[in-house]
């Protein structure tokens, strides 16, 4: 794991190196062990690429980045890991490549000299690297299929093109003052939402989307934007459901297996569910003998612990747990510090628990931990998509099924019949009618503390947001709304969660659940093995992990993960909040009186608490840290 930048340019070399030490300086933490620069004069303009080092795997110098080919031709800046380094080794070897250390960086750069972009969809790995070509006067990067590693770009219409693992690392390497996208401001602010695409909190900076590379000609200054790949959700497997789960216990553990692949201390982060469960299973199985490291956040005296499941499971694998729990008061004294770490807002306190894992894996010496995310997405995980579900039964001619999946799927723990019920009609209805019932049950598009005016005078979209599938078939709504999750809203604000806060403590976190291999298959099997007609979910990773995971951990009808007791931290926060909420923004959509009146009346249980807090007080602190003049 590593941090990467870099820039295009007609400023002098010296002047290159100064700001690319300043930008690399943004990412020491994602990279403490080693750095480097190089700057290639072509013809007409400068290229300069930087590197931070976190060393996991060939910790020689052998492995140094930035990375030349042995012609000079291709210069290399990587952040990530290939697991499968060592099969593609040998097949480039097979073919004549020869190699001068043991890296997989060396081999991603050899796979690039053979098979140019070709070599994306042969790559199991989580990564982001950016290529020089000096012979075609061209950059090429390219970004992991499911957004694991960041990747940032700044495009202007002069003559810079930037680009950097982290925002504050492009910024540095900007000419043009920051601004705040407004849009994105609104839609984090009123509905929660973020990271749902390529737009970020700063206008003119964007994301690479997971899934994606992009060429830059250096001569034309164009840039160009290609999809590598995308989820496959048909045609369907007819596959038994013991031998589907059979595939996935298999394809799992062969993940993992690849993921376990270090020269590093390794660990694991146990929330005590079903995911993180399923994963320091396959490490017991995979490695009987070897002492496992888990680390895990109790949240001490409330009644989303989850104390009594990481008991459970590290007793089952005989693990060495390590715990942490927290106070409202060291939330308060790490605030900034974690809010710096991510580089945007985000959604709530349960990140904090998170940064915890991660700080007390580093304290404990682990440099790698292996994580669960990706298993709801890819697995029918959450409270089981009932309203892609339904439509897919109804687009079979099954009524009497839809209707009954309805009824059982409300009995579970947590679930409220009429929500199912609502997510159902929302599938039929058009954007319009969406629009109209969100307003009907009580939702607001322009809150009191928002001026409507000002926003809407600026072009901002004062909507409900309603991410949908791009591509939807018959029977298949499910998959293509879990293919849909993987790439937009969720799951990308969790990768980031998580990237952000291990690199914060210099660790790397690997999610074997996220790989093309695992996606295409569990994509493309039948719905309901996925959620079950009684409305289970994960239902055939719950059959696929007997034996690995107690069963009585498989049999939980609950979901908690890493959460924490928000609205009790918060209240007991209230004095330090109200100093925050003042703390002048002077932004003029924003009234700040009325969101310190509202936030009064949750305090005074006149108005019901919502992570709606959370997000006045993330946005607040996040502003003051990066548009303070």
Same mark, same amino acid.
């Given at each position: 794991m590593c941090g990467i930048a870099g820039l295009t340019s007609h400023r002098p070399a010296a002047t290159l190196?100064?700001?690319?030490a300043q930008s690399l300086a943004f990412l020491r933490r994602r990279g403490p062990d080693d750095r480097g620069i190089e700057i290639w004069q072509g013809p007409g303009h400068s290229v300069a690429m930087g590197h931070t080092r976190l060393s996991v795997i060939d910790l020689t110098e052998a492995a140094h980045q930035p990375m030349p080919s042995a012609d000079g031709r291709f210069l290399l800046v990587f952040n990530g890991e290939i697991y499968n380094y060592r099969e593609l080794r040998a097949q480039l070897e097979a073919i004549g490549h020869g190699f001068s250390s043991a890296s997989d960086t060396e081999v991603l750069l050899q796979a690039w000299v053979e098979w140019g972009a070709a070599s994306l969809a042969r790559l199991v790995g989580m990564f982001a690297f950016v290529i020089l070509d000096r012979a075609t006067n061209t950059l090429h990067g390219a970004r992991d299929a499911f957004g694991i590693k960041p990747l940032y770009y700044h495009h202007s219409d002069d003559e810079v093109f930037c680009f950097a693992s982290e925002i504050p690392a492009v910024q540095a390497l900007r000419s043009?003052?920051?601004?705040?996208?407004?849009?994105?401001?609104y839609d984090y602010l009123v509905h929660g939402s973020y990271d749902t695409g390529e737009r970020t909190f700063f206008a003119d900076v964007r994301a690479l989307r997971p899934g994606h590379r992009f060429t830059y000609d250096l001569g034309s200054r164009r840039l160009d934007l290609h999809s590598w790949w995308k989820p496959t959700i048909s045609p369907v497997q007819h596959l038994s459901i013991d031998d589907a789960?059979?595939?996935?216990?298999?394809?799992?553990?062969?993940?993992?297996?690849?993921h376990l692949r270090s020269d590093v201390a390794l660990g694991a982060a146990l929330s005590g569910g079903l995911d993180s469960s399923a994963i320091v299973g396959c490490m017991r199985h995979l490695?009987?003998?070897?002492?496992?490291?888990?680390?895990?956040?109790?949240?001490?005296?409330?009644a989303v612990s989850e104390e009594r499941w990481v008991d459970r499971m590290n007793a089952h694998v005989g693990a060495v747990a390590h715990k942490v729990s927290i106070t409202p008061q060291e939330l308060a004294t790490d605030l900034d510090d974690m809010i710096a770490a991510q580089g945007e807002p985000f959604g709530s306190t349960s990140i904090y628990a998170q940064y915890r894992v991660y700080q007390l894996a580093r304290e404990h010496g682990v440099t790698v931990t292996l994580d669960g995310q990706?298993?709801?997405?890819?697995?029918?995980?959450?409270?089981?998509?009932p309203g892609p579900r339904v439509h897919s039964l109804l687009d079979s001619g099954r009524v009497f099924g839809a209707a009954a999946f309805l009824r059982q799927w409300g009995r579970w723990p947590g679930r409220n019949g009429m929500d199912g019920l609502k997510a159902a009609v929302a599938e039929y209805t058009s954007d319009a009618a969406y629009q109209r019932l969100r307003r009907f049950n009580g939702a607001e598009v322009c809150p009191a503390w928002?001026?409507?005016?000002?926003?809407?005078?600026?072009?901002?979209? $004062?909507? +409900?947001? =309603?991410?949908?599938?791009?591509?939807? /078939?018959?029977?298949?709504?499910?998959?293509?709304?879990?293919?849909? *999750?993987?790439?937009g809203l969720g799951l990308q604000g969790l990768l980031r969660h998580g990237d952000r806060n291990s690199m914060r403590f210099s660790v790397e976190s690997r999610v074997p659940f996220l790989t093309t291999d695992l996606a295409n298959f569990l994509l493309t099997l039948p719905e309901e093995y996925l959620v079950a007609p009684n409305g289970e979910t994960?239902?055939?990773?719950?059959?696929?992990?007997r034996g690995l995971v107690p069963q009585d951990v498989l049999d939980r009808r609950d979901k908690i993960g890493f959460a924490t007791p928000e609205h009790q931290w918060l209240l007991q926060m209230a004095p330090n909040i109200r100093e925050w909420?003042?703390?002048?923004?002077? $932004?003029? +959509?924003? =009234?700040?009186?009325?969101?310190?009146? /509202?936030?009064?009346?949750?305090?005074?249980?006149?108005?019901?608490? *919502?992570?709606?807090?959370?997000?006045?007080?993330?946005?607040?602190?996040?502003?003051?840290?990066?548009?303070?003049?």
């Open positions: 190196r100064s700001d690319l043009s003052p920051q601004t705040l996208d407004w849009q994105v401001a789960a059979e595939g996935l216990r298999s394809h799992l553990l062969n993940s993992v297996k690849l490695e009987p003998d070897v002492p496992i490291h888990t680390f895990s956040f109790i949240a001490s005296g409330s990706g298993a709801d997405e890819l697995c029918g995980g959450y409270v089981g998509y928002l001026d409507g005016n000002v926003v809407a005078a600026a072009g901002v979209s $004062l909507r +409900f947001p =309603r991410p949908l599938p791009d591509v939807t /078939a018959p029977g298949r709504r499910l998959p293509a709304e879990l293919a849909r *999750s993987l790439h994960k239902h055939l990773l719950r059959r696929a992990m909420l003042r703390h002048p923004l002077h $932004l003029p +959509f924003l =009234r700040q009186d009325e969101m310190l009146k /509202a936030f009064d009346q949750v305090v005074a249980g006149q108005r019901p608490f *919502s992570w709606q807090v959370w997000r006045w007080i993330n946005f607040t602190r996040w502003h003051s840290q990066h548009f303070s003049g």
